[in-house]
């Protein structure tokens, strides 16, 4: 079965399970701790069409149907009634053989793979949600997510899997390579950085990515806390990290550039500042809005889920997906073997001609992780997306908003993949990549204090969930 056609199976049980969370948080006399581990049991039970066991898939799903079919038929209006409000008095009568049904589904289920599943590996795929981070691109704007990582740490909550775009991309490489998130050596990792270590003017060939105004060197930026020593080299590898972690980029379809390369090189003068002009601004949005608006110029490259990707160079992965085009070229172009193999290989697979800022196909990327978890890549399915869009359009910048506005085309089909997207209402400007420390600071303060409603909700749906039996 198609990962869509899965989709669209599973994601209607899955809003059944945050309905119900939901509506526990609003009215605590609700369910019982007992009863809503029979749902929300019952719930992953439906949802179950693969188990990972001891390295390989398990397929289990057509022997769920007639048990998922009927759920959904008995729970549906109960979770999501049509006066909006969940009411004990419909809860109550479903309790009284779910219990039963789902314990007698499970165990049959058991007995038809005898042998090929154990008992452990489907209780720990019914009971245990896995925590996804989806960080999305907006330059200086995705600061925040530093403060939210910072919370869920504190909560305990460690994600099993990283997909990011642009700066979402850099800063999900700095969460990849610790376990526990420490604040303050990222803090002083943002302190290190500078316009002039980071961003030349150069005239330099361009080999993989897209000419631009200014060249990013990301290595020298940030090379060292991924393995380049000072004389250059590989980095971690995607495959290496400590937390699986897919990067998006734009992928310039062979033959359907707009205009000359040169063109792109020259939208605006040496600084990202010239955005300001009014005689810049509306051609650099215009080059913007034919990627955006002319589907078959790009195509989306998930870099650690597409095939030969996963031992990608993590910060050549982050540099290409934050290339946005007329402002920042990113290539690679030292002697490395290993990389300029693996680029070639790449583009003749996906007929491109050049790599740029992932935003332009898939700025918050809940579909990619959403793939890599039902593809197995992380061993279980049953997981919770949080996504985070630092550049959600925003009345406080209007100058920003015909770009927010564009990214909103991509964003808005990326919605339905995650469980919980947030819109940052309050961000640092995009053009503050390389900020202050108070602004980081403020970025950090901002993120935390505008997810944290969220966080009873977050917390309650990664809880364990009780044993029936």
């Keep these: 079965m198609r990962l869509r056609e ?239 972690t897919l990067i998006t980029v734009s992928g310039i379809r062979a033959g359907k550039l707009p205009h000359p390369l040169e063109f792109y090189e020259k939208l605006i003068a040496a600084s990202p500042k010239q955005l300001l002009n009014p005689l810049v601004l509306p051609k650099w949005l215009g080059a913007l809005w034919e990627f955006a608006t002319h589907p078959e110029i790009l195509t989306r490259v998930t870099l650690g889920q597409d095939e030969g990707t996963d031992t990608f160079d993590s910060v050549d992965a982050a540099g290409f997906s934050s290339a946005l085009p007329g402002i920042i070229h990113y290539d690679v172009l030292r002697d490395d073997a290993r990389m300029h193999a693996m680029l070639k290989e790449l583009f003749a697979h996906k007929r491109i001609f050049r790599l740029v800022d992932g935003g332009l196909v898939d700025n918050v990327p809940s579909k990619a992780a959403w793939r890599a978890v039902h593809k197995g890549e992380i061993s279980t399915r049953n997981t919770f997306i949080l996504a985070l869009n630092g550049f959600a359009t925003k009345l406080a910048t209007p100058l920003w908003i015909p770009l927010q506005r564009i990214a909103e085309l991509n964003v808005a089909r990326s919605r339905p993949w995650a469980h919980l997207t947030h819109d940052f209402k309050r961000s640092l400007n995009p053009l503050s990549v390389v900020p202050r420390v108070d602004e980081l600071l403020d970025a950090i303060t901002w993120g935390r204090a505008q997810v944290a409603p969220h966080l009873p909700f977050i917390t309650r749906m990664l809880a364990p969930l009780p044993r029936l039996g």
């Design 6 to 244: 899965r989709f669209e199976i599973i994601r209607p049980l899955e809003e059944l399970e945050s309905a119900l969370v939901r509506g526990a948080l609003e009215n605590p006399s609700l369910v019982t701790a007992h009863e809503e581990a029979i749902l929300r049991t019952a719930l992953s039970l439906a949802r179950l069409y693969k188990v990972h066991q001891d390295g390989r898939e398990v397929g289990v799903g057509a022997c769920l149907s007639p048990f998922r079919e009927d759920l959904a038929r008995r729970l549906t209006p109960v979770l999501l009634p049509k006066s909006g409000r969940i009411e004990r008095a419909q809860v109550l009568p479903q309790l009284r053989e779910l219990k039963e049904t789902t314990l007698a589904t499970r165990d049959s289920m058991l007995q038809r793979f005898k042998g090929r599943l154990t008992f452990d590996a489907v209780d720990r795929e019914l009971r245990h949600k896995s925590l996804v981070l989806v960080l999305g691109g907006g330059g200086g704007s995705g600061y925040v997510y530093l403060g939210v990582m910072a919370l869920l740490d504190e909560y305990g909550l460690t994600p099993k899997l990283l997909s990011g775009t642009s700066i979402g991309a850099i800063l999900s490489l700095f969460r990849s390579r610790m376990r526990r998130f420490e604040q303050d050596e990222v803090v002083n990792i943002v302190r290190t950085l500078s316009w002039r270590r980071l961003f030349r003017v150069v005239s330099t060939e361009n080999k993989y990515g897209l000419p631009a105004a200014l060249r990013l060197f990301l290595r020298s930026g940030i090379g060292r806390w991924f393995g380049v020593d000072t004389r250059g080299g590989e980095a971690l590898t995607l495959a290496q990290l400590p937390i699986k």
